[in-house]
């Protein structure tokens, strides 16, 4: 549970700070239209915010998917906490 947890923090904070990039591309992307590398960068750095969301929708399938194993196969010696 507790390695769920982490690797959930880790990529949402992942998340955030490529966000915070991808909106000060954009922003710099505004003042210069022209500027070819510029969006060549913005695009690299959206495509990585794409996959690092689609990270946190397959991280919490795995978690749905070991929470359920857990239930089914090891409901007699396993007790999950309250949480779940």
Do not use: G
């Not at 947890?5 to 922003?27: D, G, H, P």
Request: proline share 2%; with cysteine.
């Amino acid at each position: 549970m507790e390695a769920h947890t982490n690797r959930e923090r880790i990529i949402k904070n992942c998340i955030a700070q490529t966000s915070s990039v991808v909106k000060t591309l954009r922003e710099e992307r505004e003042k210069a239209q022209d500027d070819v590398a510029l969006l060549k960068q913005l695009r690299k750095e959206q495509t990585k915010l794409k996959l690092m969301q689609s990270e946190l929708n397959v991280e919490e399938v795995v978690n749905d998917r070991s929470w359920k194993v857990f239930n089914e196969r090891c409901r007699i010696h396993y007790k999950p906490p309250k949480s779940q």
